[in-house]
């Protein structure tokens, strides 16, 4: 990849857009998870969390990349550029096995809601949750042997001395890294988004033929279902594509670097899912929002916040769920 000032700019205003947005609405979601947990946890609050951490994970390792693109190469020390890379892939796939397990949990929940109630329990929750991470890590680890191949860049014996990270491969490394990156579209895209498609939609076909369903449950079932499917639309499907058209022809497509921008927007895209998936997280968005308000509103404007029409709404919602099964 060759750095010129237009993409500098791009990638600068993409990163720095996911790091604004996503960093205070991952922290809020993780505050609210925490406290959750701490009272009553269930699964889906295990793998919500699990997400959350996953993204907080991410953000906090933006700003290297923002620096490499601020300064079109690689100026930091040279230990960074591998761990970053590797935390950066390692949770993009991690990302996609965990909107998986949402999903089916989803879905199990809908299909099968008394024999599933019984059976489900937050340990397996973790359970799954730590096989995610062990998995993405371990395929993601290929950035660790790539960037110390011994064929890369044979003119430079010392790692240190590059500027550039994890961006110029020999026709040996791609040989090596190729056929990887195609298995990692199979396992972490092509698997967890055919899983998505099947479980949301077999979950808004079920919760349609049910009268007793209120309305507000199941748009907030179909908002989830397009909510994570745009996720993987959006976010996943271009830099997997890129894999594939990589493996095909035998090199590194030249807009996989525009393809990957889109997978950083994944972490302020996936508090919005949450939005759909928890009862408490909404509230605790609905009562920031409203202190926000409050704060930005002159004095003579705060009574009418609470008036009870502006309240209605709130505890509506919340007499409509004390038997949602979708929070």
């Known amino acids: 990849m060759t750095w010129t000032v237009g993409l500098s700019n791009l990638v600068l205003a993409v990163y720095g857009f996911t790091l604004i947005i996503g960093l205070p609405a991952n922290i809020l979601a993780f505050y609210t998870f925490f406290q959750k947990i701490r009272q009553q946890s269930t699964p889906m609050d295990v793998l ?7 993204d907080l994970i991410f953000l ?22 591998p761990l970053s890379g590797f935390i950066f ?13 949402i999903s089916v949990e989803r879905y199990l929940g809908v299909a ?23 998995v993405s890590m371990a395929h993601c680890s290929v950035v660790y042997i790539m960037q110390y191949h011994n064929y890369f860049n044979p003119n430079i014996t010392d790692p240190s ?24 579209s199979i396992v972490f895209f092509c698997i967890p988004f055919l899983t998505c498609c099947f479980c949301y939609i077999n979950c808004i076909c079920i919760l ?31 830099f997997n ?12 497509s030249e807009w996989r670097t525009h393809a990957l921008l889109t997978s950083t927007l994944n972490a302020c895209l996936d508090p919005f899912i949450f939005y759909f998936s928890s009862l408490a997280l909404r509230e605790t968005f609905k009562k920031v929002l409203q202190e926000l308000v409050r704060w930005l ?31």
């Open 297 to 327: 509103l002159p004095p003579c404007c705060r009574s009418a916040l609470c008036c009870p029409l502006f309240n209605r709404g709130k505890s509506e919602e919340r007499t409509q769920s004390s038997d949602d099964s979708i929070r």
């Open 208 to 238: 349609s033929r049910l009268s007793k369903v209120h309305a507000k449950k199941r748009y907030r079932a179909i908002g989830m279902a397009l909510g994570t499917l745009l996720v993987f639309v959006i976010c996943f499907m271009p």
């Open 89 to 101: 892939y390692s949770i993009i796939a991690n990302s996609t096995l965990h909107l998986m397990a």
């Open 60 to 81: 906090f390792f933006l700003p290297f990349r923002m620096v490499e693109a601020a300064n079109m190469k690689w100026t930091l020390p040279y230990f960074l550029c």
């Open 48 to 54: 919500l969390i699990s997400l959350t951490i996953s």
């Open 241 to 252: 594509i890129s894999h594939v058209e990589g493996y095909v022809h035998g090199y590194s």
């Open 112 to 134: 099968f809601p008394i024999k599933y109630k019984l059976k489900r329990k937050p340990r397996n929750a973790v359970i799954a949750c730590v096989i995610f991470w062990v």
């Open 161 to 184: 001395k590059r500027n550039t990270c994890y961006e110029e491969f020999t026709t040996e490394q791609l040989k090596i890294l190729l056929p990887v990156r195609l298995e990692l």
